[in-house]
């Protein structure tokens, strides 16, 4: 497919990461890891940022250990304009050596938006420093683990927040950790690592405020039937797109569906895209749009239409970062503009088997795809594959097989991870 300019695409990544584009300095922060933050309800509140180990950082003058290396070089890199506009008002949470307490790049955040997770065991030494931070609004998180002193006020109750490694407990112990933290004054629960949907409804149970992990990129439990009304029509508008088919025709399409002609005109006259006068009919909206724009705009709502649920949202987010981190690769390798939209539109559809529950094959039943597209999801082969399999060992944080395939396409990892950075900041502003 050709691809047309997105109407709410935000500045473009750029193949040069030492480059300042955009008035930004992202200066190739590969060492940093991203980890989303969900609250009750399942929306994207926030990310946990930390270091990866074992990557070569620069050395930080007056500094004393590797942890405290690692805490200024990400302090570095979130007060960096970028970051912080793509945040908007959600929350960061830091893991941070405690000697990086006192470190002016610190003053630089936000405090109501900002949580440090200190190691407990090295923090009773830096008890003035916590307590300081505490009364300027930073929330403090006590990480409860076994190398832990066991009770969060044996240090002057000074924590707001408390983080659970769900991975060390069974129902019956976490239940007593939530007991005994509530206890010592903790008002926020933290549930880390929860990666099913039951963990995410056992941790719900308990009064967890936020959570972190993969459970919302997991299958369903229950069996979805994938071509009922709603989808039945986008398929049938999806394959008419991929033919170039007449607007007139397109249009007849979307008349069959009301609401999904009333998302159409919302899309096109919304401040996304910016246009100066309303628009007020299906067939202005396709003109408008174009055959490679509306597909893009199509296949989102397979993750939506007919769907007002926070776990279809929160896979459509990660299907977005998912597809333009490729898309965004694919222009640092160079790939001609249809290239480009391909891997958008692979991107995308590389989730619908976790949408649906059922085997990827089965899920795209019924959709008429390019040969290289299909190849790419369900064969893992053909042009498009190996951007494919990085955006995947992105969300996994597998920096040796992110090495090892951008080897392949003739891209460096820093380069890999600033397209990332791009893709999660385009998300965000995309969402705002």
Known sequence: MR?????????????????????????????????????RAGGLVGYRLGVRPRVPLPVIPGATDVAQIQGEALLTTVIDLDYQQALGDKLTLLDLHPACLDSPLLQMLQPQRTLLSVPAALAGADLPRLERLARQGYGLVYDDTPQADGRPESIGGIYSHACIDTRLHNAMSLGHSVIRLRGCGIRQLIACHVDTPEAFEACHRLGFQLFQGAFHAQPPTADLRFLRAAHGV???????????????????????????????????????????????????????????????????LLFTHGRDDTRSRALLKHALVRARLAENLGECAHLPTHGRGALFITGILSMLDILLGRPLDQALEGLRLPEDIRAALLDGRGPYAAYLEIAKACEHLDQA????????????????????????????????
Do not use: C
Not at 243 to 251: G, K, L, S, T
Not at 407 to 415: E, F, H, I, V
């Open 234 to 300: 986008l398929l049938d508008l999806l394959n008419q797109v991929m033919a170039q088919a007449d607007f007139p025709v397109i249009e007849s399409v979307f008349k069959r569906d009301a609401a999904l002609s009333l998302k159409l005109l919302r899309y096109i006259n919304s401040a996304a895209v910016g246009l100066r006068q309303p628009i007020g009919s299906i067939g202005q909206a396709l003109a408008l749009l174009g055959h490679d724009q509306l597909y893009r705009w199509l296949s989102l």
């Open 401 to 432: 097989r992110i090495d090892a395939l951008s080897a392949t396409l003739g891209l460096t990892p820093d380069l890999v991870n600033l397209a990332h950075i791009r893709a999660l900041i385009w998300s965000e502003a995309l969402e705002r």
């Open 3 to 39: 691809s047309t300019a997105d109407p709410a695409t935000p500045p473009r990544p750029h193949t040069d990461p030492e480059a300042a584009a955009d008035g930004a300095s992202l200066a190739t922060p590969a060492y940093i890891t991203r980890e989303a933050l969900f609250d």
